[in-house]
């Protein structure tokens, strides 16, 4: 059955065991080895499934900037307005009197997002983001 559970025995080194328990510890009491593992598996499962230039894929771009840096603003507007497709939804955040933080959820084929972040990421005074993808 599609979920029933499967049972496997695996060996690693002590020291490993030590840090993977450590890792279980600190994700709280709500999991343990074998869900860990299991979100290990899914994370792995996914990040290979995101390199498929085609799969369908959720992604949120985190970028940090500075408003007054020249025509920004307006520039960052234009690409998600010719992306409108993709972009989805656009989180803003005014995390002083000069930087701004936007969170933008985009899904569509992973090359395509991965585009979309390139050229954002790549706009002159945008000063760090990071793209993540995920697939459902
Ligand atoms: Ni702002």
């Given at each position: 059955m599609k979920n029933d559970l499967m049972r496997f025995s695996v060996a690693m080194p002590e020291e490993l065991l030590m840090r993977f328990d450590q890792l279980v510890a600190r994700r709280g009491l709500a999991k343990n080895r074998s869900e860990v593992v299991r979100d290990l598996v899914r994370d792995a499962l996914i990040e290979e499934e995101c390199g498929d230039p085609f799969a369908e894929v959720m992604g949120t771009l985190t970028i940090v900037y500075d408003h007054?840096?020249?025509?920004l603003q307006e520039k960052l507007h234009l690409i998600q307005h010719d992306f409108f497709a993709n972009i989805i939804s656009t989180l803003h955040v005014h995390v002083d009197a000069h930087i701004c933080l936007e969170v933008i959820v985009m899904r569509g084929e992973a090359d395509r997002v991965q585009d979309i972040a390139n050229r954002i990421l790549g706009t002159k005074g945008v000063q760090n983001g990071k793209l993540v993808l995920t697939t459902m």
């Open positions: 007054h840096s020249n025509d």
